[in-house]
C-alpha cells in the first residue's frame, strides 16, 4: 500500500490488509535472494529443516492474494508428501475471517496484514507471535491518461482509492505529508468500497486517477491496456521513510503452539522460506500451482508475481522492518495497531 535500518484472498480484500494488502518489482529478501533448489517446489531437503520427531500436524490459514502467494511451493510439497510437517491449508479472503479463526484456537500458524497481527498480540494477551515478514507493500497509483509521475503532481487532482481508516489511507497521507502535500487540501481523495469495484470503473474508462493494490493492478491491465502505472508506493515509501520499509504482511503462530512445537515451527519457516524463493525464482511454475490451488488464476499471477514483493524475512530483519512501519501507523491511529508498538515479545527468533 517502500537507508532501510526500519524494515518493513483473483482478490486482496481492503480493510485492515491493505490493512495488507507487497508487490514492487525487483524487491527481494534472504529468502527470495537464497535460491535454494529442491526437487519438489517448496521442498525442504532433510539435513536443512529443523526436523521435529515425528510430523506434526500444522493448520495454516492464509489469505488469496499476494499475502498467500508464497504458500504455492509449500502446498505443493505438502500434496507431494514431502513436507516436514503434516499441513492443513486453509484459505480465505478476508483477514477477518483469519483473524477469528486463530482467536477460535482453529489455526497454528497464518498469514496476516502487519497491523492486525500487532492488534491481535495487544489485544489478546499476547496471543499470537510473529515469525516472519512475507509482503512488502503492493500499493500502485493508476491512470488512465493523464499525466502524474510524480507525487507532487497529485497536487489538484481527484484520487480514487480503497482502504479508508486502513492501512492503505495511512500509507498515502504519510507519502503526501512527507512531499509537502496536505491529504486534507491539496489532493481529493475519493475512498471507494472495493478493490474489484475500483479495479472494474478504472478498466472501464469511469475513473482516470486510483490507487490500487496487486494483483488488481495486473486485473485492471489486462482488461484495458491503456491504463498504466503512475506510481509506485513502496518506491515512494522508501523515499520518505528513513528506511522503515513497508511491512504489509506477514506470518504469526499461536503463542501456545510455538511453546509446544518449536521444532515443527522452526521447519515450517524453513519450507516457507524455500516456497518463497521458489515463487520468487520459478515465476511460471509458481502461477500454474497458484492457478491449481486456488489463490489467484493462473495468468493473473504470472503477471503480478514480480510486482508483489513476496519476501521472507525473519529475525532482526523482520523487527526493524515491522517495528518502523507499526510507528508510522501508531502515529496516524494508534487503534490501527491496537493502541500502542507491540514489545520485543512480539517476535520470535529462532
Known amino acids: 500500500m517502500m537507508s532501510k535500518n526500519k524494515i518493513l484472498s483473483i482478490l486482496c480484500t481492503a480493510a485492515m490488509m491493505v490493512s495488507i494488502v507487497g508487490c514492487s518489482s525487483g524487491r527481494t529478501s534472504s529468502g527470495a535472494q537464497s535460491g535454494v533448489e529442491s526437487q519438489q517446489p517448496g521442498t525442504v531437503e532433510a539435513e536443512q529443516s529443523a526436523q521435529p520427531e515425528a510430523k506434526v500436524p500444522v493448520r495454516v490459514g492464509m489469505l488469496k492474494g499476494p499475502t498467500g502467494m508464497g504458500m504455492a511451493g509449500l502446498m505443493q510439497s505438502a500434496e507431494d508428501g514431502a513436507a516436514v510437517n503434516d499441513y492443513d491449508f486453509t484459505m480465505k479472503e478476508a483477514p477477518t475471517d483469519i483473524r477469528a479463526m486463530l482467536m477460535n484456537d482453529e489455526l497454528d500458524i497464518a498469514a496476516l496484514p502487519t497491523n492486525m497481527a500487532a492488534v491481535l498480540y495487544n489485544k489478546n494477551d499476547k496471543s499470537v507471535t510473529m515469525l516472519a515478514v512475507n509482503t512488502l507493500g503492493v ?23 480503497t482502504g479508508q481508516a486502513s492501512v492503505p489511507e495511512y500509507v498515502l497521507n504519510h507519502i503526501l505529508t512527507k512531499n509537502n502535500l496536505n491529504p486534507a487540501t491539496d489532493v481529493d481523495i475519493v475512498y471507494d468500497v472495493e478493490h474489484a469495484a475500483l479495479a472494474t470503473q478504472m478498466a472501464a474508462g469511469d475513473v482516470k486517477l486510483g490507487m490500487l493494490p496487486e494483483p488488481f493492478v495486473t486485473i485492471t491491465q ?41 521444532d515443527a515451527v522452526d521447519a515450517f519457516l524453513d519450507e ?11 515465476i511460471g511454475e509458481a502461477a500454474a500451482v497458484m492457478d491449481k490451488f486456488g489463490v489467484i488464476t493462473g495468468p493473473v499471477a504470472e503477471k503480478a508475481i514480480p510486482n508483489c514483493n513476496i519476501v521472507y524475512e525473519d529475525g532482526a530483519g523482520m523487527i526493524a522492518a515491522v517495528q518502523g512501519f507499526l510507528q508510522v501507523l ?17 517476535y520470535y527468533q529462532k
Open 272 to 282: 516457507y522460506q524455500q516456497s518463497v524463493a521458489f515463487v520468487n525464482r520459478d
Open 222 to 262: 489486462t482488461k484495458n491496456e491503456e491504463v498504466t502505472v503512475a506510481l509506485d508506493m513502496t518506491a515512494e515509501w522508501d523515499k520518505v521513510s528513513d528506511g522503515a520499509l513497508l511491512a504489509m504482511g506477514c506470518i504469526v503462530v499461536r503463542s501456545e503452539f510455538l511453546k509446544e512445537n518449536k
Open 139 to 161: 500499493l500502485y497509483v493508476m491512470q488512465n491518461g493523464g499525466e502524474i509521475s510524480t507525487i507532487a503532481d497529485l497536487k489538484g487532482k481527484t484520487l480514487h482509492s
Open 330 to 346: 501508531y502515529e496516524a491511529d494508534p487503534a490501527s495497531v491496537g493502541e500502542s508498538i507491540p514489545d520485543d515479545a512480539f
